[in-house]
């Protein structure tokens, strides 16, 4: 192994960098001669457009221009497109409305862009936006996901309030494991609605080049390929070759910054309307209303098991909520990265499960960290414990008895998926021995002394990343493919540079896949520079999300590898005068077998680039490969998280007292950094669990708007955490990696519930829908838990 | 508009503000010191904590024309020269950051903890960081680096 190779917690190369306020963010961006953007947003959930009237605002001062929904309309630009067709249970399209890059007629979601100041400064457009005369007529809105579906609701869309009425499994056979069933385990539950809040809001700018035709659009991307082809092909209509996107550094995305936004669309636009570039950055309480939101879904599910506690069934009914528009990858959250995933870490043989997607007067909901998994695992991690309740079972035995052997893989799921490897046996030892579960008892005792309430909770998960395999994804629905391409640039004198399709926001990309290109080349950490985020550099990409980058992208980087050694062995068959087939490369040293004759992985690159002795007849010169990598399937990342939370009943306040996380992530490239994604992970999960909640009055109006109505986790509600691994290999890709970005989020809010309804079981609880907040649990405690609880 | 004349990071500098300009609008826009940055709109994220005389401001919540007179030090006036100061060296050490968006913020406030307090506990740590948020890292490789950082500034002295 290299010494800062595969394995090695190598310190971030992008650190410095960070640490000295060099970070390169979209706001940080001013293009000389800019102009300002200012959006001008519903502030009701639902109504007509009556007039707008933008003389005066046009008038005032440092205006540049005002723009509305009709200006774009004029200039034929596309509504924003939805990447991904989910089809009805009898098989016709979903309902995909049409999404106006600015209102048209109508507003559907506070914070809706229904107009556009541009000005000099920030200031003077925010002014000048003031000078606006709208005339709104409001419509009656409709809120709540079960709402949506009643008769006589108020339709967000002409076509209703039903955007598909998706299912998956096998009903007659889940229906008859039921009539068999010992015990049925029945659960509803809620699936709070968050917001992802990557701590740098969105923000765009946009430039036009007179001279060369070319477009620029700077914007805080997780995919700068995907917003090219989507904003060039559906809705500015800018061939790709002159439309340039650039992610730059992006401070957190979460999934929220995956979609292509009006913002985006709209500076672009503008820029050769006004003939200067336009910037565009979130005020925080814009981020609130504007950047698709996450999770939001009702559930009723019921377990069927048989006397010795054996899952024979599950159905899972299902309501997600779209909100007013669909965004880029909105449909396939609850259907194909949330169903799938329903058989869990278990052999429950029989799966059928129905899902409604609705339309709401809300911001849209996509893809927000685990993305469908999470609400996948908390039904099931939260079912199961109930099933032990109902069977008087306890916990860890029901689970081990259910989980798929060890020696089963691959394993095919009753929900489509086949698992290709996984121990989970192996990761519940793992976090059970961390956080001392076998003392737990004596801890809660201990903590009852003091009149504080203990409880325990276990989630063991698994998830499917490495997003995707674009033939399946295509039958699936996708519009894209989702393979991940690599770039592998050596230099003359031996430096190499890779250009990789995804995007780092925070996932340490610069250090992670140099560590790669250092193990297999043999050269070091700082000859070796990371470049993404821009698509004039990047040959093409699918970007990151879905614990991509490694699985796949990483995967595209070794298939780049693979080919610069296959030549760089040519060539240094042909300085050593021997066949090819006798060449070795071990350590950045090309050898022949059997002798001492050698040349450095420096004196190839320069051949290549000088190839004064070079065999040019069969060989270009150069050393410079692409590889494009489509996985094979997807991989599955698992594991087991084990909540202790104490609970105080005077207040109701629930604390984290310790949490250990045993995940398989696949092979670990740096641990380092592994483990920060697990910690970042997990503060998501424990604060969907117990402090996050996106909430709406039954208007439509935001009331969770700001971080003083929003509940972030803050270090003082968080503990430290206990994270290790044990892994076993992904099958199908060279690394054996399976990815780590999304376990933490996905693995831990049933690990928390579990184990506040473990502490509160004296009071007959079984089951709280999150955020378990201080209120609620002072309502169980207090004797109101009708209010709260079951 | 008002001329206001401070010091940042050891050099004078004057700009001209209004009255409604916000001491990061004059650090970002006017200085073009984007080291420092905008999370909120209401005060709660710490991203753009800087410090003024000393002390640690979020300096989207101070007026510029307050600032007039003082002595500002940014996330850019931290290293000297390409050497990190302690608590950045901490903080690459302990892997506590990942997209970097709130770690100006997390450094500069986490610099007058350990100003405060040479030795602090992860108590002290986490309840002294209650006014900046972070989405990244879950916030455990940020205590374990304020405490190492605090223990490399005192160990410098």
Redesign the interface.
Known sequence: MAIDGIGAAVRRKEDYRFLTGQGNYTDDISRPNQVHAYFVRAQTAHAKIVRIDTAKAKAAEGVVAVFTGPDMAADAIGGLPCGWLVKNKDGSPMQEPAHPVLALERVRHVGDPIAVVVAETLSQAKDAAELLDIELADLPAVVGLVDALKPGAPAVHAGGNLCFDWHIGDADQVAAAFKNAYKVAKIDLVNNRLIANPMEPRAAVGEYDRATGEYTLFTTSQNPHVIRLLMGAFVLHIPESRLRVVAPDVGGGFGSKIYHYAEEAFVTWAAPKVGRPVKWTAERGESFMSDAQGRDHVTHAELALDKNGKFLALKVNTIANMGAYLSTFAPAIPTYLYATLLAGVYTTPAIYAEVKAVFTNTVPVDAYRGAGRPEAAFLIERIVDIAAAEMGMDRVEIRKRNFIPTNAFPYQTPVALQYDSGDYFATLEGAMKAIDYAGFEARRAAAKKHGKLRGIGISTYVEACGIAPSNIAGALGARAGLYECANVRVHPTGSVTLFTGCHSHGQGHETTYAQLIAERLGIGLDQIEVSHGDTNKIPFGMGTYGSRSLAVGGTAVVKALDKIVDKAKKIAAHLLEAAEADIEFKDGKFTVAGTDKSKSFGEIALTAYVPHNYPLETLEPGLDETAFYDPKNFTFPGGAHICEVEIDPQTGVVKVVDFAACDDVGRVVNPMIVEGQVHGGLAQGIGQALMEECVYDDKGQLRSGSFMDYTMPRADDLPSFKVSTAITLCTHNPLGVKGVGEVGAIGSPPAVINAVVDALKDYGVRHIDMPATPQKIWAIVNGGHRMAAE | MAKISLTVNGKKVSAEV?G?TLLVQVL??KL???????????S??G?CVVHVDGKSVKSCTMLAAQADGTSVT???G??NGNE?HPM?AA???H?G????????GM?MSAIELAKRNSNPS?HD???W??G????????????KAVQAGAQAMAAAK
């Open positions: 209004e409604r970002r826009e073009g010191m984007t080291g420092t940055h905008v999370g909120c709109d209401t709660q994220c991203a940014t996330i850019e931290l290293a990190l950045q903080f690459k050490e892997h950051l990942q997209c970097g968006f709130c770690t100006p450094v992860e740590v986490r309840e960081l209650e900046n948020i972070c989405r990244c890292t879950g916030y455990h490789n940020i205590v």
